[in-house]
């Protein structure tokens, strides 16, 4: 249930690096960009439990690497996305469960520029979630963005069992395989 969540923070924030990406110079945005790697950490408030659902405000940032196809070769990232319908930790994780924001993305080396996007996280049912969006501003302006998060490490700082009202789940750390602009 948990990983699930997490899975889907994950996801939300290998979407938001996509979306940067897009906004790349003119040169570049025609032919998109593809990064290898994603790590960061995911916030959720109120935060999730097992007994009362809640819409989550999810604050993701990350770092994207080995980036190609253009001018740009990293970036850190920042996306706000919003649950769908009020969650629990274990229906979080359900199959189509959602969340919706936008990112910005910041390219390196110096100079490149930054982009904005629409992001849509989709849970996958349990091991992941698939993400994707339409980049409205900067590097890559009017490409998609699309990947799938995996790897999740849930951190619980509370007093009692993990997910309860005592000890909710509020933050987690990522790890993720690529983004692709196109």
Do not use: H
């Not at 769908?84 to 990112?103: D, F, I, P, Q």
């Amino acid at each position: 249930m948990r990983g699930a969540l997490v899975r889907l923070s994950v996801a939300a924030a290998l979407l938001t690096p996509m979306s940067a990406m897009g906004v790349l110079a003119a040169p570049a945005s025609a032919a998109g960009t593809a990064c290898t790697g994603s790590t960061g950490s995911v916030t959720f408030s109120p935060g999730l439990t097992d007994a009362s659902a809640k819409l989550q405000n999810i604050v993701i940032k990350g770092t994207l690497t080995g980036c190609t196809g253009s001018t740009v070769t990293s970036a850190s990232y920042v996306a706000k996305l919003k649950s769908s319908k009020a969650a629990t930790s274990s229906s979080l994780a359900v199959a189509g469960e959602s969340a919706s924001g936008s990112v910005v993305i910041k390219w390196s080396p110096k100079g490149q520029g930054n982009s904005t996007s629409s992001l849509t996280l989709t849970e996958t049912g349990g091991t992941g979630a698939t993400f994707g969006g339409l980049i409205s501003s900067g590097p890559f302006s009017g490409l998609g963005i699309s990947g799938a998060a995996e790897a999740f490490a849930p951190s619980f700082k509370g007093s009692g069992a993990p997910c309860s009202k005592k000890n909710p789940l509020k933050s987690a750390t990522f790890t993720g395989a690529g983004i692709t602009i196109s």
